[in-house]
């Protein structure tokens, strides 16, 4: 199937904008981990992050897709969260100040849908990295 | 809790059935993952952008894969790496199953991995009831009353799920007979993916 890459590559290598750094609470953790029916103590009492839990930081401390898409999503509405990958480096406790940064690697049109592939990095109060993250996004016709 | 050594490719990760979502429950994961976009969050908004009704958020339904893997790896091992694409979108009702197979074992630096194909079904409920049992209820039958009720469905699942009783009327008399009620879902694959696990 046939890409068009060519008129989206200026959009290539933005930077998203940073957010503030997420302040990770056992509150937030507890929260999350009921919300995905995790059955592990550990998890339940907000003693340490479920590993999904990579989503709550890596949206929350992001700029957002949409922001470095300004003038190509013109509709979020449409958008579609198509794929997700995270690769982890260290636990996630109550106490951390975890900062994301992130950008875009790849935009593409194919079967009428505009695709785009964010790389994230998140990295704790130490400077440690955490966790990796790879956000594919999918905008319906329409939409872009 | 698994252990490495009693592991070997081609075995299955435990799976994780989740009974059918409910619209609160996509609600709460909004509120508590941070992602409260409105096609998860209300109807309307949902049906206005070309969905037909809510979805539930893709990374609801990898967090269930995620529970899976962290059931099956235990406290003593962890999980290194998880790579999902978002195939069929999950809608209140569907009932969602995780599944995983060890596709490689081996050692790298000196840890203990296991590489794991997901594949995550979500399964909508198209139709219910009560039908007389007139015959043992084998594969075949059910296969026979999926494609005659719904046709053109390649991915439909025939389940009963009571066997009852029900009353009939014949030449004015009322009979009791043999029933079973049954569900028809469409089975879709939700999550595609893989993962690595670190076990001990």
Redesign the interface.
């Known amino acids: 199937m046939a890409e068009e890459r060519e008129k989206y590559k200026e959009y290539v290598g933005r930077e998203l904008p940073p957010g503030k750094p997420y302040a990770v609470t056992a509150d937030a953790i507890k929260k999350y981990a009921l919300s995905c029916h995790e059955s592990d103590q550990d998890y339940l009492d907000g003693k340490v992050a479920p590993p999904a839990f990579t989503s709550v930081y890596t949206l929350k401390s992001l700029g957002g897709v949409v922001a470095a898409m300004k003038g190509l999503v013109k509709n979020p509405l449409m958008i579609l969260h198509t794929g997700q990958a995270y690769e982890y480096f260290e636990p996630i406790h109550p106490g951390d100040e975890l900062t994301s940064s992130g950008k875009v690697v790849d935009v593409y049109e194919r079967n009428r849908m505009l695709w785009i592939i964010v790389d994230a990095v998140a990295t704790n109060q130490k400077g440690n990295k955490v966790s990796g993250a790879r956000i594919t996004i999918g905008v319906r016709p329409g939409g872009f | 809790m698994v252990k490495w050594d009693a592991v070997k490719e081609g075995d299955s990760v435990t799976p994780m059935v ?1 009974d059918p979502i409910k619209r609160d ?1 996509i609600i ?2 909004g ?5 409260t ?3 998860h969050m209300n109807e309307k ?1 949902a049906e ?3 969905l037909g009704g809510v979805i539930a ?4 339904n ?3 894969v ?2 899976m ?3 099956w790896i235990g ?1 003593d091992g ?9 195939r069929g979108m999950v809608r209140p009702g569907d009932r969602v199953t995780s599944t995983g197979k060890i596709t490689k074992k081996y050692v790298k630096d000196g840890e203990k991995c296991v590489d794991i194909d997901i594949v995550q079904e979500a399964k909508t409920p198209v139709a219910s009831g009560t039908i007389l049992q007139f015959e043992k209820v084998d594969a075949a039958t059910t296969e026979a009353m999926t494609r005659q009720w719904l046709k053109g469905g390649d991915n439909l699942l025939f389940e009963v799920t009571k066997e009852c009783s029900t009353e009939i009327e014949k030449d004015g008399k009322k009979l009791k007979r043999k029933a079973m009620d049954y569900k028809i879902w469409r089975v879709q694959s939700s999550i595609l993916g893989s993962a690595t696990a670190v076990l001990s």
């Open positions: 989740k429950e709460a994961y509120n508590a993952g941070g992602d976009n409105p096609i908004a206005g952008a070309g958020h893709g990374l609801y990898m967090a269930l995620c529970h893997m962290t059931n406290k962890k999980l290194k790496r998880i790579d999902v694409q978002f």
